[in-house]
């Protein structure tokens, strides 16, 4: 074990015990997997994935801007899901990352709410365009088919 | 790619008798029916073959583009997915032709004859860049995972990035076929996995504590402050379109930065990204596991500490709520996870809020690793999963009145995973039968055959019309 992995150790060990976490130490492990029967680790040998801090806040914000939208498209609430995307535009204008990942959800919107050629257009084009985009399959399915 | 299969359901009455497999529910059968289910007829055949040369494969439908293979129950989403569920029903499929398999898929036959199925869709493919891990069927019905990695010059492509991502799956004690890994071990059939090779000119990636800088495919970069890992998305985007077949959709996109056994750096936004090299390597798997579940299935932290920047009055994420009902995953309060996370309930505490945000469980995958993912973790990851896969990959052909057909046929996902409810003329014959059924013994007459394909899984309690597809056959019996 190195150093830093202790310090993580420890670190997750407090976070622990000052905010009242109890493990599950309880389980018992599975008889039907052929890999080694899990034992579930002591408080202290648990650790936290990471931090929290304002890089990952933002994430996690940009995140839950999409389930967001992916609940409007659901519950087909269309004026909510353009007011997110609107708001993604405007909050995160600086965000390459997503940056599929917003035409994707415009294209989503703009095919459930108006199906067409106009969207099928646009549908197509993010298909063709965005060949490494996790959201072409969506786009593909909500679009052209 | 041929999988054997094992033996499944025959429908007669004296073939119920002599196996061993789940017998139909007579009770739901009326007389005139019993007296139908004669032995099976020789020529038809009504067992599964156990083998299979998988030739004739046509080109089939194209993956991506076609449904041409593929029943439809309603619209293919389910879960969070946007277009509008349809989850089951009866099917009409499109026609298309048929044969054996096609692009290196094969479908064993119902007998002697080979399978009247429709087209299976194209074979997985990784490219030439590419290595693949796990091939289980047709690209346009599997989920497509894609994993890549930055700060691996050439010379370790085959080795150091490979091993780093075996880890990430296969790792033995916290990998994705653990029990830690549940509902993935459970649907691992469902899931396509390829690698993709990319060289970057250093082997490091900036380092944000050391001021390291490093030459690499997506600059990867990470610190030990944030423990943050994160790699230029839109750089891995052009590398999986560069590299994959273009009819291959992606659905999850994965990077594995080198940053050596002592940086333990992560992300879970659009792109996961994981330490690859982090050692003990049990951690690297569980934390690649717990950043997928923000990636692929928009799950919150459950992480109850305080943290000045977090909004603890709205939790939108299907395994935190403000509500101290628990309302959102009120299916599963109560529910005794034995062994995983325990009881399922209402804990305060989560997403970076030690109050005024509530957890379903003391623990879990989405807090302090490793843990199993909770209940609502894992019903939202199964609806994310057939969001994207239905379960009958092909069938027979059902756009017309099949005269005298003989056997009918569909092909699922996973057999080990899916059941088949076979209906004739409206009255189910078994609650578990295989992929084929004999009609050769039907009465004269026309009757509407339907297979009803269900997962069967205690851990999804919702929506569980989305984890189902039907096809419905007209036949005519001379």
Redesign the interface.
């Known amino acids: ?2 150093k ?2 202790l310090k ?1 150790l420890l670190g ?1 060990a407090l ?2 015990l ?7 130490l ?5 008889d039907d ?4 029967p ?1 034992k ?2 002591s ?1 202290a040998e ?12 933002r ?2 914000d ?3 801007l ?6 409007a ?2 519950s ?1 609430d269309f004026a909510e899901a353009r007011r997110l995307l609107a708001r993604h535009d405007s909050e995160f204008s600086e965000t ?6 917003r035409a994707g ?1 415009q294209a ?2 703009d095919c ?1 709410e108006h199906p067409g050629a106009e969207s099928t257009a646009a549908g197509q084009r993010f ?1 063709d365009e ?5 959201l ?3 786009v ?3 679009c ?2 | 790619m041929s999988k054997a299969r094992p033996a499944r359901t025959m429908y007669t009455r004296e073939n119920r008798e002599t196996t061993d497999e789940p017998r139909m529910k007579t009770a739901r059968l009326t007389p005139v029916l019993l007296l139908i289910l004669t032995p099976c007829v020789a020529t038809a055949g009504c067992v599964v073959s156990k083998s299979s040369d998988g030739s004739g494969g046509s080109a089939g439908a194209n993956g ?2 076609s ?1 041409g293979g593929q029943a439809t129950g309603g ?3 389910g879960g ?6 349809g989850g089951a029903g009866a099917t009409t499929s499109t026609g298309g032709t048929q044969s054996g398999g096609s692009g290196g898929v094969t479908f064993q036959a119902c007998g002697s004859e080979q399978p009247r199925l429709e087209a299976g869709g194209e074979a997985f493919d990784c490219g030439s860049s590419g290595e693949i891990l796990e091939d289980k069927g047709r690209p346009d019905n599997r989920v497509n995972f894609v994993i890549l990695g930055d700060g691996y010059t050439a010379d370790l492509l085959d080795t150091l990035f490979m091993e780093h991502v075996k880890n990430l799956l296969y790792n ?4 994705y ?4 890994g549940e509902p993935y071990r459970r649907y691992w059939s469902y899931i396509n996995i390829c690698a993709l090779k990319v060289p970057s000119n250093e082997a490091c990636v900036d380092d944000g504590d050391t001021g390291q800088l490093c030459d690499t495919a997506f600059n990867g970069r990470g610190d ?5 890992g994160t790699v ?3 750089l ?7 590299l ?1 077949p ?1 009819s291959i ?5 994965a990077v594995a930065l080198n940053a050596g ?4 750096w ?6 996961m990204v994981w330490s690859g090299g982090y ?2 390597q049990k ?1 690297a798997s ?2 690649g596991i ?2 997928g579940g ?1 990636t692929f299935h ?1 799950l ?2 459950e ?3 305080f ?1 000045p ?2 909004d603890c009055t ?1 939790a ?2 299907p395994n935190v709520t403000t509500d101290p009902s628990g309302a959102k995953w009120t299916e599963w309060i109560d529910f005794d996870h ?5 009881t399922q309930g209402v804990y305060e ?1 989560g997403r ?1 809020c ?1 109050q005024g945000i509530y957890r379903p ?3 879990s995958q989405m ?6 993912f909770n209940m609502p973790s894992q019903q939202k990851m199964i609806h994310d999963i057939y969001a ?1 896969v239905r379960p009958i990959d092909a069938h027979t052909p059902n756009d017309t009145t099949l005269n005298d057909p003989g056997v009918l046929q569909v092909r699922l996902v996973d057999p080990s995973v899916l059941k088949v409810e076979w209906l004739v003329d409206d009255e189910s014959l078994t609650n578990d039968g295989g992929e084929c059924f004999d009609v050769a013994s039907l009465p004269s007459g026309a009757h509407t055959v339907v297979a009803r394909v269900y997962d069967d899984t205690p851990w999804v309690r919702d929506s569980r019309d989305d984890l189902e597809q039907s096809v419905t056959w007209t036949v005519s019996i001379p």
């Open positions: 074990m190195n830093k992995h993580l997750g976070a622990a000052c905010c009242g976490f109890v493990g599950n309880l389980a018992e492990p599975s997997s052929a890999s080694p899990w579930a680790p408080i648990r650790v936290q994935a990471h931090p929290m801090t304002p890089a990952r806040q994430l996690s940009q995140r839950r999409f389930t967001r939208l992916d609940q498209l659901a087909r390459e990352a997503w940056r599929d990942w959800y989503l919107t459930l298909v965005q060949r490494g985009s996790t072409r399959r969506r593909r399915r909500a052209l088919k | 991506g583009n449904a619209s293919s989403a969070s997915t946007a277009a509008g569920s033995t004690e916290q990998g076929l653990t029990e830690l030990d402050t944030s423990r943050l230029n998305n839109g891995v985007h052009s590398a999986v379109a560069a994959m273009p959709d992606v659905d999850w996109e056994p002592d940086n333990w992560a992300s879970g936004g659009e792109v050692s003990p951690h569980s934390q717990h950043e923000h928009g919150a932290d992480y109850a500490y943290n920047n977090a709205k939108v994420e034995t062994p995983g996370t325990g505490g970076y030690t469980s003391p623990n807090n302090q690793l490793p843990d199993y994207i």
